[in-house]
């Protein structure tokens, strides 16, 4: 669709923002008379994503340490949610997304980010796959204050899982015992993970072939430890 909203403004800027909303809003308003159940909204937004997306990948050192970082993520996840469903591209780009959250290498340094508030211990059901020799009731799984990021780690070798099975995933719609909260997870992150699972390389069907370590006691005695270590290290700062 050929649209006259500038591109000039740098990316990241106050401009670049403003730019995007107003690419929206002009592409809704060409299509609002054809599309009568919000198609047009839909329609926009898909090429905002669209515009982050290749903006991203033109500068992706530029996000890094930059003041409008969260702003980002904001008007990102915003467009994502929405879609009435989304496409296996912005699906695979949850993993470039999420490369960004600053999770350390190392367990030990994440479990004092956890002490500090920035990230917390979370359930990790999904990534507990006995994979490649990893066991998989050793992993645990932490995500962002914002619910965004995740994280998951292997106690038995003390370093960030990064293997298509077990690895940690973008939210664009972070999970909530809040009824809307969890369709929106579900809708954005949890259906579209059971049809292309993580990445090209593992499908969802083929995770499920690996045996899982979830609800095993050495998985519970695991997660208490940690969950221990955590506590700990709050203490000893106080």
Do not use: C
């Amino acid at each position: 669709m050929n649209v006259s909203v500038s591109s000039g403004s740098d990316f990241l800027s106050k401009a670049y923002f403003e730019e995007l909303e107003a690419l929206y809003k002009q592409i809704k308003m060409k299509n609002d008379r054809w599309y009568v159940f919000d198609g047009s909204s839909q329609i926009a937004a898909t090429a905002v994503i669209t515009r982050m997306i290749s903006d991203l990948e033109n500068d992706p050192d530029a996000l890094i340490n930059h003041e409008s970082f969260n702003q980002y993520f904001i008007v990102f996840d915003k467009n994502i949610r929405k879609l009435d469903s989304i496409t296996e591209q912005f699906h695979y780009f949850r993993n470039v997304l999420n490369s960004y959250g600053g999770a350390p290498k190392k367990l030990d340094e994440m479990i004092a980010l956890a002490a500090e508030g920035k990230w917390k211990l979370f359930s990790s059901k999904y990534h507990m796959y006995n994979y490649k020799g990893m066991d998989g009731a050793l992993n645990v799984k932490f995500i962002s204050k914002d619910g965004r990021f995740e994280a998951v780690y292997n106690t038995g070798t003390g370093t960030l899982v990064s293997d298509p099975v077990n690895m940690g995933t973008y939210n664009y719609a972070p999970g909530s015992i809040n009824p809307i909260k969890y369709l929106m997870h579900n809708r954005y992150d949890k259906i579209p993970w059971k049809k292309w699972g993580n990445t090209k390389e593992v499908s969802y069907q083929d995770i499920n072939t690996f045996q899982s370590g979830h609800g095993s006691l050495r998985a519970k005695s695991n997660f208490k430890k940690v969950e221990e270590e955590i506590q700990l290290k709050k203490d000893t700062e106080l």
